[in-house]
């Protein structure tokens, strides 16, 4: 009798789970309605925003010849919020290439090359597309209020300048006095 109603007992403690089971699938794949909304759980998914492939040539102004390892550096801005900045060498034929501005922000791009003056200029990246042409000059004199320096190169030469400095005399060193000769004693 005993087996009996134990079977009884879990068939029908079987039943009931497969039923309360059934009853919360339905639940969840119930269509809402005005009092019960249905919740959504998980992370969502954000796109990433669309970016810009630019392209930066570097050229020399007085003879178009491509500048190999020059600094290209990008600067953007997107509503108002500062994006980062990110540093590129150019190649032997004088380009620059990055794929990661986003579409819609502003660009400040500037180029550093050695023996040349710093180019920057600003740019908003409408397309998806983008080359520019920069053509770096040698670096010109000191802006001043007194001397008109309108065109004129640079007499001095790039890099870091300071004022020739004579080097200090060395000192001559000054010889030891001879050894005091004994006389031989006798």
Not at 11 to 29: E, K, M, P, R, V
Not at 107 to 130: D, H, K, N, P, W
């Amino acid at each position: 009798m005993r087996s009996r109603s134990t079977f009884c007992l879990s068939l029908a403690l079987t039943c009931c789970i497969a039923f309360a089971s059934g009853l919360t699938a339905h639940a969840q794949d119930a269509s809402p309605t005005q009092d019960a909304p249905v919740v959504k759980r998980g992370r969502k998914y954000k796109a990433p925003p669309a970016t810009s492939h630019i392209e930066v040539t570097v050229r020399k102004k007085f003879n178009g010849k491509p500048i190999m390892n020059a600094a290209v550096i990008f600067d953007s801005k997107k509503d108002g919020k500062d994006e980062g900045n990110l540093e590129v060498k150019t190649d032997p034929d004088g380009k620059a290439t990055i794929d990661v501005i986003p579409t819609g922000s502003t660009v400040r791009v500037q180029v550093i090359a050695t023996g040349f003056a710093t180019f920057a200029e600003e740019y908003l990246v409408t397309e998806s597309s983008r080359e520019i042409e920069v053509s770096l000059l040698r670096p010109k004199e000191q802006v001043s209020d007194y001397v008109d320096n309108e065109g004129k190169t640079t007499t001095r030469k790039p890099g870091v300048q300071e004022p020739a400095r004579t080097p200090p005399p060395t000192a001559q060193p000054i010889p030891a006095p001879p050894a005091p000769s004994t006389p031989p004693q006798q």
